[in-house]
């Protein structure tokens, strides 16, 4: 049995080890999926070992107020396989027709799909192949999502569902001001997960900060240099992350700040129009800018 600490960047599955079933059937799993018992000559029990699958689909699809949109897709997979893993797969359809293939992955990884039309429908379809299954999956699972910026509901690994910018700096855009800045996030499918949420605050102009703590559903992060005074234009490039315990990062995303422009005047939810990425416009604030 694979022990707790080797399987916990894989969220809400068990990863199994040789079984008496027989090559080709089923396994469940803790979440109530399936895995895939698969022959495979490096095994120490029976040739038999199993694989399973964890995987994510965020949607970062987005439209702007300037009339703009794009389709893009962040894929995270983590494959757990006692032995005799070969590669992984992941094909994109749109209305059936393939639109992109990943080929030759690796167990654990991501890649971002921008090949897309926002308000389109995707399949996303993950097949795990074996050594001695070399052109036959010994496992699929797909994701089917429209390219709204809603992740969809089913992923097994975490996701990041909303994250805003307050800029609560003081001073004008070319003078002096004193920063002062936090990140807001929620995120879903951390439950067992004992992962981090890593925020970047990086800058040409000011000081920059790396900031890294325990995930959590919600919480709220602080840019540990507030207070400090900086003169002049200041941009900020923010990157929140969600990083696996082995250090892989699961999801991303980042936007830009100019700090000082819209400080102390949020609106009236308490969260600066300006400063929230396009794509969750709709649900946290849907007035027009």
Not at 7 to 30: I, P, Q
Not at 42 to 70: C, I, P, R, Y
Not at 126 to 141: H, I
Not at 205 to 233: C, K, R, W, Y
């Amino acid at each position: 049995m694979t022990s707790d600490g080797d399987r916990r960047g894989v969220t809400r599955r068990k990863v199994l080890a040789g079984s008496a079933l027989a090559v080709g059937a089923s396994a469940s799993l803790a979440s109530g999926t399936t895995g895939a018992y698969f022959s495979d000559d490096e095994s120490a029990t029976d040739n038999l070992s199993v694989a399973s699958l964890a995987k994510a689909v965020q949607d970062n699809s987005s439209t702007n107020w300037l009339g703009g949109s794009t389709a893009e897709f962040q894929l995270t997979h983590q494959v757990q396989m006692s032995g005799g893993f070969d590669r992984l797969e992941i094909v994109v359809r749109n209305a059936s027709t393939v639109v992109q293939t990943y080929a030759n992955r690796p167990k654990d990884g991501t890649v971002t799909f921008t090949g897309g039309t926002y308000g389109e429908t995707y399949q996303f379809e993950f097949a795990v192949y074996a050594t001695d299954s070399a052109t036959n999956p010994v496992m699929v699972e797909s994701v089917t999502d429209q390219a709204d910026g809603n992740s969809p509901s089913n992923n097994d690994l975490p996701t990041i569902d909303s994250w805003s910018i307050q800029d609560n700096s003081q001073g004008g855009l070319i003078g002096e001001k004193t920063i002062d800045l936090e990140v807001t996030y929620q995120a879903s499918n951390i439950a067992g997960f004992s992962g981090s949420v890593r925020v970047q605050f990086q800058s040409n102009d000011g000081p920059s900060a790396t900031v890294t703590e325990p995930v959590q559903s919600s919480d709220t992060i602080v840019f540990p240099h507030n207070g400090q005074t900086v003169t002049g234009l200041v941009i900020y490039q923010i990157t929140i992350e969600i990083v696996s315990p082995e250090g892989t990062v699961i999801v991303s995303d980042q936007d830009t700040e100019w700090v000082g422009t819209w400080g102390g005047s949020p609106n009236s939810n308490g969260v600066n129009r300006s400063e929230i990425p396009d794509r969750f416009r709709s649900r946290v604030n849907p007035e027009s800018p």
